[in-house]
């Protein structure tokens, strides 16, 4: 057990450190600091242009394996790619599906004509992507999808039909990866294939849903009868599942690390309000202000050890605990920065409901504990798969 | 940058454990309560004379095994599962750390080949600010004479050896503060053991009645000892935050035994959600502090090795504060809640809940509280004076 980088590291920083300062700049540098959770809905455009930059200098995909076009990079400089990706303001990544979810689950069960067809679009920053997990009637029992798919007449081509819900930037996405019941009258989680779905088709219907937060990231998607060739199943017919699991698996893995350094920019502003506006002398909320800044340490210590364990895809301790430790860590935070706001924090940017991104931060919050499993399911899950205590009766 | 023990770590970590699940038992551990003020000798002397760990952490120029504190501390987990009574604590992370950062090679060749050797425990008289330092030292001639008290001090009546900070007349905050090494048998030197709320682990009150000490009984340069003294109980609290998270484990691992046994309304009660969603937090604070302690020894192994990772050290008060506060606060959630999921049993002297939650309260209170740490954090992270 070791912490601290080598000096072969610390000149990798130096490099990605050069590089981002060098280019976010002219056209990219309003977007520092914005985008991600919360913010996804600011300069959608932009951003993409921006992961086309990062792709160009080989940013993209930096901890895939060299044979997808990846920087094969090590858990350390990995580590530094984001430490200085946040430091230099790096905006919210519109290629994390892709680059997270989509890439890992391909180099694990696609086949190499898959990998070598979809992984290029996602690695120079062409191809976006959204996830097409939850339904109507399938939240926290993600295994009672309802979607269809049935093979056409030709077999050729998947015919796709039903309805998803809270589907993150499906409205900026070119792919959906979709989870969908193939075998007819199978029930939970038998009879499920993963298949891959281009956006681009009449028979896709996106409609944002306006969140409490007044602005839209989350959107129901309707597919009705829409066509996906057969090789975009992922794994063989009824594997759906099991992919679809281990693709959560990968979203514990880097992808945590690019995520704690938007916390901490976020964390970063709520101090700098805190010693401007007196709060920091506060004796209670320098507490919580501690209390937020160790929490945050305790995360990435948390993430280092998902890195360091073996890389099995069976879930360690701390990966079973991590998003139920992330998600009320993030919604203290955000009630923490309404608290140091104070007064200031009731007040509008402008009409009708614009929002600061403080002010945003603690409505999007509320999110945090629902989405991804729910804390109640989250802790269902840490006591029967972690603490072996006895499963919950399931009606089927 | 590698984040996982080492093989070797893991086999320190089983054989501790294999031990101590037998020598240190619950009927181990409720004789030990018995006994008024001392630790069982036999067991004293097995760890230190067959098991050598209070040789881990001492450099092998002093005889020591010359490991890293992430041993020392992978051995600490496993004393606070089986709540070890034993010098062991305060000899290996208090003494210990306080005499390898010093500056005087024939204190340290003496005292840390004896605490090697197993014929001596230490231990530190903790002072957490700079005015807690109350004992004078007045210059004497060739030496220094100690007056004062210092009202607990942990296994204080045990140790052969007691690191005790004192300050020179008229000196004030961090300035004027000496660390003499004082011999348990130094004339002048009264140590009273203290009849403590957590029984086991002992606390003393320490009196020293114009104690006379030549230059040779100083740590380091006199009146320069604070930041050696700051450094020690921050690693000290390290130390202790590893122990937490033994207790902490334990606390949960007893819980779901005696759950999964215990039968309600025709079934265990570990099946009701409400059980299991507050084993599922007891969990999530186990092991966000485990993260927290890992990482601290790792910056205490760091400020130890003489080849340190500068950027490192300087992580100290931060490291130190996250996992003793973390720590803290995992170990008293899962003592409590322990209690209260064994249900009325959980209230008696009999089963062993209440052991873990008196342990808790009393590693909260010593070398610093979960505010305590947050504070100075705070004052850390505002560039404030700290």
């Avoid at chain 1, 504990?369 to 989250?378: A, P």
């Avoid at chain 2, 020894?297 to 500068?310: N, Q, S, T, Y």
Wanted: aromatic share 8%.
């Amino acid at each position: 057990m070791k912490i601290g980088f080598s000096s072969a590291d610390e000149s990798f920083r130096q490099e990605i450190a050069g590089w981002l300062a060098a280019h976010l700049q002219g056209e990219f540098a309003p977007l520092r600091f914005r985008g991600g959770p919360g913010d996804e809905h600011s300069f959608p455009n932009e951003r993409k242009a921006w992961e086309r930059e990062l792709a160009a200098g080989g940013w993209v995909g930096v901890g895939w394996q060299p044979e997808d076009g990846g920087r094969g990079l090590s858990i350390s400089q990995q580590v530094i790619f984001h430490e200085e990706y946040a430091r230099a303001g790096g905006p919210g990544r519109m290629g994390h599906i892709g680059e997270g979810l989509v890439g890992p689950t391909l180099a694990a069960f696609g086949t190499p004509a898959q990998r070598q067809r979809l992984l290029p679009g996602i690695r120079e920053g062409r191809e976006f992507w959204c996830q097409g997990y939850s339904e109507p009637g399938a939240g926290s029992d993600l295994a009672n999808v309802q979607t269809r798919a049935r093979l056409d007449a030709a077999g050729e081509r998947w015919l796709i039909s039903g309805q998803k819900v809270w589907t993150s930037l499906a409205h900026e996405a070119d792919w959906c990866f979709v989870l969908a019941r193939t075998e007819p009258g199978s029930v939970g989680h038998h009879g499920l294939s993963f298949l891959l779905v281009p956006m681009a088709q009449a028979q896709i219907r996106v409609q944002p849903i306006v969140q409490l937060t007044g602005t839209s990231e989350f959107n129901e998607v309707f597919f009705d009868q829409a066509q996906t060739s057969t090789d975009n199943l992922v794994g063989q017919p009824g594997e759906g599942w099991k992919i679809a699991m281990a693709l959560l698996g990968f979203e514990r893995g880097v992808s945590t690390l690019g995520q704690q350094m938007q916390f901490h920019n976020e964390l970063a502003e709520v101090m700098r309000i805190a010693q401007a506006n007196g709060a920091a002398g506060d004796p209670l909320l320098r507490q919580r202000i501690a209390q937020a800044w160790s929490g945050l340490k305790v995360l990435r210590y948390n993430s280092l050890r998902m890195l360091s364990g073996p890389q099995d895809g069976n879930l360690g301790r701390e990966a079973m605990i991590y998003k139920l430790a992330w998600s009320n860590w993030h919604a203290e935070l955000g009630k923490l920065a309404m608290d140091v706001l104070g007064d200031a924090g009731e007040v509008l940017e402008a009409a009708p409901y614009r929002l600061s991104r403080l002010q945003s931060l603690f409505l999007f919050t509320r999110s945090d504990t629902i989405y991804g499993g729910s804390n109640e399911i989250q802790r269902n899950v840490i006591a029967e798969r972690a603490l072996g205590m006895p499963r919950e009766p399931r009606s089927r | 940058m590698e984040f996982a023990f080492t093989d070797e770590q893991l086999m320190i970590r089983d054989s501790a454990e294999r031990f101590l699940a037998q020598a240190s038992d619950s009927q181990a551990v409720r004789a030990a309560l018995r006994r008024a003020d001392d630790y069982d000798p036999e067991l004293c002397r097995r760890i230190g004379q067959e098991l050598y760990w209070p040789a881990l952490l001492v450099p092998e120029a002093f005889g020591g095994m010359g490991l890293g504190f992430v041993e020392l501390a992978v051995l600490q987990e496993q004393c606070g599962r089986f709540l070890l009574g034993s010098p062991l604590f305060a000899t290996s992370c208090l003494a210990t750390p306080a005499l390898m950062l010093a500056d005087n090679p024939a204190l340290q060749a003496r005292w840390l080949g004896a605490i090697a050797a197993g014929q001596a425990c230490a231990t530190l008289a903790c002072a957490l600010q700079p005015a807690r330092v109350q004992v004078q030292a007045v210059a004497d001639g060739d030496g220094y004479r100690l007056h004062g008290s210092h009202a607990q001090v942990i296994d204080g009546a045990q140790a052969d050896l007691l690191l005790i900070p004192a300050r020179s007349p008229g000196s004030t905050g961090e300035q004027g503060i000496s660390l003499f090494a004082v011999p348990a048998d130094t004339p002048g030197l009264m140590r009273t053991a203290l009849p403590t709320l957590d029984q086991t682990r002992r606390l003393a009150c320490i009196e020293l009645r114009q104690v006379h000490l030549g230059d040779a009984h100083l740590l380091c340069a006199a009146g320069q000892a604070w930041p050696l003294l700051r450094d020690a109980q921050r690693i000290g609290a390290i130390g202790l935050a590893a122990e937490q998270l033994g207790g902490a484990q334990q606390a949960l691992d007893l819980t779901l035994a005696y759950i999964s046994e215990r039968r309600q309304f025709g079934r265990p009660i570990a099946s009701f959600q409400a059980i299991k969603h507050r084993c599922a937090d007891m969990m999530l604070q186990v092991e966000c502090a485990r993260s927290a302690v890992w990482y601290a020894a790792c910056v205490a192994r760091e400020c130890l090795a003489a080849d340190g990772d500068p950027a490192v050290r300087s992580e100290l008060l931060a490291a130190a504060a996250t996992a003793k506060a973390h720590a803290s606060e995992a170990f008293f959630h899962c003592a409590a809640e322990s209690i209260q999921l064994h249900g009325g049993v959980g209230f008696t002297w009999e089963y062993d809940p209440h052991l873990y939650f008196k342990r808790a309260r009393a590693s909260e209170q010593m070398l610093g509280t979960p505010a305590w740490h947050r504070e100075r954090l705070a004052a850390q992270l505002f560039g404030e004076h700290a």
